[in-house]
């Protein structure tokens, strides 16, 4: 976990669960961050529509384009009656629970045997984080990426995502004319 993760769970430990915070100067970022569990409750299930607004859409374009993820109001509202639909249907259900399903006994477990049977010490948290990613991917888009194979190899697709998201976050610190391109198509250095 990197550092700012660590500085992250300390200080939302340090502040009950939830705080709000404004950004760098200049930047425009303001918001609350929780892990509360009545707070992820209300914003993922009670209260599911909270608008994103400018500021995120523009930050995370770059990865989720004009997406579920990165849409509004009624684009919002039809995808997500799209998305909802299939999600719900028995042949999705399915399809997800034979995935885990095969993902934890034939790879997962295999796994973890093995490097018990080494006495390799190994990050718990890594793995889980492998057994998510494939999780998704194998469900989601039909491709077992093979982060979970034994020998915990490096997924160069894995890799680009999670850079993908760590950039993402980063302009989220900083002000968007440290990152911005200009608009007469010249470059920063």
């Known amino acids: 976990m990197s550092v700012i993760h660590h500085w992250g769970t300390k200080s939302l430990i340090k502040a009950g669960g939830t705080f709000h915070y404004r950004g760098m100067w200049m930047g425009g970022a303001y918001g609350i961050i929780t892990i509360d569990p009545s707070h992820v409750e209300y914003k993922l299930k009670t209260n599911f529509n909270f608008p994103k607004g400018s500021y995120y859409k523009e930050r995370f374009r770059d990865l989720l384009g004009d997406g579920i993820f ?94 993908a998201t760590e950039l993402c976050l980063l302009k989220f610190l900083m002000p968007p004319f440290v990152w911005l391109e200009p608009r007469d198509g010249s470059r920063k250095l």
Request: charge should be negative; include cysteine; proline fraction near 3%.
């Open 70 to 163: 990165n849409l509004d109001d009624e684009s919002w509202k039809q995808q997500r009656q799209l998305a909802k639909g299939e999600m719900h249907s028995s042949r999705f259900l399915d399809h997800s629970f034979k995935t885990m399903q095969d993902i934890v006994y034939k790879k997962l477990l295999v796994l973890l045997e093995k490097l018990a049977i080494s006495g390799r010490l190994f990050d718990l948290q890594e793995v889980l984080l492998r057994l998510t990613f494939d999780n998704i991917c194998t469900a989601a888009l039909g491709v077992d990426p093979g982060c979970l194979a034994l020998g915990l190899p490096d997924v160069p697709f894995a890799k680009a995502f999670e850079e």
